[in-house]
């Protein structure tokens, strides 16, 4: 059997950017793909792995973990790292895949309007979350978290 | 090679790299929902727990393990490929470490899948 004849990519190479984006990139991957298996294997095991691990998280769940900074920063980084890491993981495939400029473009388009709007969403509902909502169902809500709330709020009311 | 037209090489290394693809798009989709549904807890603590009981059945406990496992494969396969960029030892051997990374992903998939599944079995 002989190899099958390549043809040679009728390809031109763009003109090399000054800023060498796709060895960062490439650096990127490395750097956030092992940031990211610290973060997300301690996320699972919190998660997943302690106490009544899935069948425990509703609201209060989310609400005993924000009330430590701690894990909102820390879910604020898996967020930013994961969507930066994941999107240019898919624009590297269409690049691969995507045969026509048309189809490339579109792709990517959608690709940067999923990154922007998960991105932002995900930060505001970090940073914005509130934890006892007024009209909500007690049964809902982590009673803990509201008294201490409360508490605090008593608190400095007073001189 | 069967047919003999396919300029694929085959062999371990084409394999893990057709796995890393299709496990870090899975994932990357998973996280789109994600976000998404976890987004909720801004709408109220009601719509929360109604969409996230939703996800609270044995078919949902069931994809969840799926995702893990990607998560799992995706996380060793990558320091696989890290070290194979860096280290000349590694990049000989590159094919005992994908072995390296399916052993090393039985046994995290050993501990995980029996709490897991017995979280959604076992009913609490």
Redesign the interface.
């Known amino acids: 059997?002989s190899a099958?004849a390549?043809v040679p990519p009728r390809f031109r190479r763009p003109p090399h950017s000054r800023i060498h984006t796709e060895k960062w990139a490439w650096l990127f991957m490395?750097a956030s793909?092992?940031l990211?298996?610290v973060l997300?294997?301690t996320h699972?095991f919190v998660n997943?792995?302690t106490g009544?691990?899935?069948?425990a998280?509703?609201?209060?769940f989310?609400a005993g973990k924000w009330a430590n900074p701690l894990w909102k920063w820390w879910d604020a980084a898996m967020?930013v790292l994961?969507?930066i890491h994941?999107?240019n993981?898919?624009r590297l495939?269409v690049n691969d895949y995507a045969r026509t400029r048309w189809v490339r473009r579109t792709l990517k388009s959608a690709l940067a309007a999923?990154f922007t709007l998960?991105v932002v969403?995900?930060s505001?509902?970090i940073f914005?979350?509130?934890p006892c909502?007024e009209g909500?169902?007690a049964t809902?809500?982590n009673a803990a978290v509201c008294a201490s709330i409360t508490h605090t709020a008593t608190t400095s009311e007073a001189p | 090679m069967p047919g003999g037209s396919s300029l694929y090489k085959s062999g371990t290394g084409m394999w893990m790299w057709v796995a890393h693809r299709t496990t870090g798009v899975a994932v990357f989709f998973f996280l789109l929902i994600h976000v998404t549904d976890t987004a909720l807890v801004r709408v109220s603590p009601e719509a929360y727990n109604q969409v996230i009981g939703l996800y609270k059945n044995p078919f949902m406990g069931l994809v969840e393990s799926g995702l893990v496992a990607a998560i799992i494969f995706h996380a060793l396969n990558g320091l696989r490929i890290i070290s194979v960029d860096v280290w000349e030892w590694a990049n000989r051997h590159q094919n005992r470490l994908a072995w390296a990374v399916w052993i090393l992903w039985i046994i995290a998939m050993a501990g995980f899948l029996p709490r897991h599944l017995g979280h959604v079995f076992g009913g609490e």
């Open positions: 059997m099958p390549v490395r793909g092992a990211l298996i997300i294997f699972l997943l792995m009544n691990g899935i069948s998280i509703d609201f209060g989310v967020l994961a969507m994941g999107t993981g898919m495939l999923a998960v969403l995900g505001l509902v914005t979350f509130d909502p909500a169902a809902d809500l």
